[in-house]
């Protein structure tokens, strides 16, 4: 590379948040560099997160499925888990995706340099990697640096002790696994290794698992799961030791043993940004207590022609937030007029069944005190759901009643994560109980429950119990 070339935009990571805003940023005709410590584009995302986890959890599901199908008189046999076969489809998706990345980086004549960036000044940046260290000038940066997982303190360094990027090895499948964190990644991890044959315990501090989300609506889950883990909420780890014969646990809670043993521990108790050691502070950027750069509805940090997207700057630690924000950061910088002001982003977590929540949450709205109209629809009463054996689930919808528009919205089933969108497009375009109600859905479907939710509300229903007249 010239040492001479001063680009438009250095993006410094290629995970969603990265990848995408060097995408947009030549697709607006800017001359994009895109560096990356890893040689592989995609970051936590495609290579230890998302993809590897739901390919996986797609695995998982199938081997709970096929099990589940004996209510209806169909008997598989036990399945006959190669974990080698299981790691290489994993790896090979991850392959594909990120070779793709590759294509469509060149495709765009976008520079890539392997190696860790460092800020030398606003417009210069110092990376270091196998080709040794070079300069690169910018008119514009990135900050796309992601993030990593949260260490406890005073845990002992021993192999059988994971983070969610261990977890995904598959390494071993052990025999009493302690997951710490009844978060989104500890139930989905939770989901892989008991169907591969693990049991399962669960730490929760809080009160519930997945605690952002309504327990009303996670309770479908939690109901599942506690037939098949022990699920300690109201729980802290007090002490962690390494013995031979496993890991030993010291524990506080109502129902919690003092102590106990396990083969594995995995750790998922929230992630932490990657900021420190960029030189984003010596230009002077603002970063808060957390470690989160600050940014404004542009992607713009306080230094002058500096950006940062993704996890770097904020919770939800999520990648469709960052994907957007990428794009966001692209247009600014090529002279559009672009915030990233959504009225909602999205949460769901890929256990079975799913749990998907958008908008305001119950909880958040009486925190509010704003006055609300509800709807619940429950599972039980859809045709589709039982035909299917999906009765576990409940559709949630919580409507404005100042405005009549939708405020919130919790669906908990079988694709959950897929069915949440309508209510996410219901929100951006301002739907009323009446809108949705008025929608024609097609029968039978898992969709017309997040309907009849609305209907509730809107009066219409006939598909429960008459309601009482308002
Ligand atoms: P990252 O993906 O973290 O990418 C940052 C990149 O920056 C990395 O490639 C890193 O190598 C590079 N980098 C860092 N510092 C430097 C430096 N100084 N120089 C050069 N390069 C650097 N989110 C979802 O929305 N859905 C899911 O299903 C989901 N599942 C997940 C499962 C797991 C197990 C985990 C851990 C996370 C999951 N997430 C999920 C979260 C998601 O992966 C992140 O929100 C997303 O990857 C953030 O994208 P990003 O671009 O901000 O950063
Ligand atoms: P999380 O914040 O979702 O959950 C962590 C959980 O650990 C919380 O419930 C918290 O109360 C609990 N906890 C914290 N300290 C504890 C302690 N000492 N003992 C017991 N429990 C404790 O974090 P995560 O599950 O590690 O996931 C990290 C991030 O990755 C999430 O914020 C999420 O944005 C992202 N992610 C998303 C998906 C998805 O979208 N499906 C999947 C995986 C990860």
Redesign the pocket.
């Known amino acids: 590379m010239s040492e001479e070339k001063t680009f438009d935009v250095v993006v410094l990571g290629g995970g969603p948040g990265g990848y995408t805003a060097a995408f947009r940023a030549a697709d607006l005709g800017l001359s994009v560099c895109l560096v990356d410590k890893q040689a592989r584009l995609g970051g936590v995302c495609l290579n230890v ?1 998302c993809i590897p ?1 739901k390919t996986l959890l797609h695995a998982a599901t199938v081997i709970e499925e096929a099990v589940q199908i004996a209510e209806f008189g169909v008997d598989f046999a036990p399945p006959k888990i190669d974990v080698a076969r299981l790691l290489a489809k994993k790896d090979a998706v991850i392959d594909q995706l990120t070779s793709g990345l590759d294509g469509l980086c060149k495709a765009r004549k976008i520079t890539r340099l392997i190696g860790r960036g460092v800020f030398k000044d606003a417009t210069t940046l110092t990376v270091t990697g196998p080709d040794g260290e070079q300069q690169v000038h910018c008119r514009n940066a990135i900050i796309a640096t992601g993030s990593h997982p949260f260490v ?1 303190p005073n845990i002992p360094d021993d192999l059988r002790i994971w983070d969610s990027t261990a977890a995904l090895t598959l390494q071993t499948v052990p025999k009493r696994f302690l997951i ?7 139930l ?1 991890m939770a989901q892989i290794y008991s169907a591969l044959g693990s049991e399962i315990t669960i ?4 009160e519930q698992i997945i ?1 952002p989300a309504d327990k009303d609506l996670v309770q479908p889950l939690f109901l599942k799961l506690k037939k098949k883990y022990t699920i300690l909420t109201n729980t ?2 007090t002490a962690i030791t390494a013995a031979e014969t496993g890991i030993q646990v010291s524990m506080e809670g109502k129902n919690a043993p003092e102590n106990d043993e396990f083969d594995a521990v995995l750790v ?4 932490r940004p990657n900021s420190a050691g960029l030189g984003f502070d010596t230009l002077g950027g603002t970063i808060d207590a957390r470690g989160f750069l600050q940014v404004n509805e542009r992607q713009e940090t306080n230094v002058p022609h500096v950006y940062a997207v993704g996890d770097v700057v904020g ?4 990648a469709h937030k960052a994907t957007h924000e990428g794009k966001v950061a692209a247009e600014v910088i090529a002279g559009r007029k672009a915030a990233f002001t959504p009225m909602t982003i999205p ?4 256990t079975n069944p799913e749990v998907a929540w958008m908008g305001l949450t119950e909880k958040e709205a009486k925190a509010q005190n704003i006055d609300f109209a509800k709807g619940k629809f429950p599972w039980g009463a859809s045709g589709r759901a039982l035909s299917a054996g999906a009765t576990a689930g409940v559709s949630k919808v919580l409507f404005d009643n100042n405005t009549g528009r939708i405020i919130g919205a919790g669906i908990c089933g079988v694709n959950a994560g897929e069915l949440i969108h309508e209510a996410v497009l219901a929100l951006e375009m301002g739907a009323t109980a009446q809108d949705i109600s008025l929608t024609v859905h097609a029968h039978p479907t898992l969709a017309e429950t997040f309907a009849f939710a609305a209907e509730i509300v809107d009066g219409s229903i006939t598909d429960v119990l008459p309601q009482k007249k308002k």
Do not use: F, N
């Not at 730490?203 to 809080?206: D, G, K, S």
């Not at 949460?347 to 890929?350: D, K």
């Open positions: 997160g986890s406890l710490i964190g009844g978060g989104i990644i500890g989905e730490v929760e501090m809080l605690p802290k780890v998922a108790v929230g992630r919770e939800p630690m999520l949460s769901v977590a890929y």
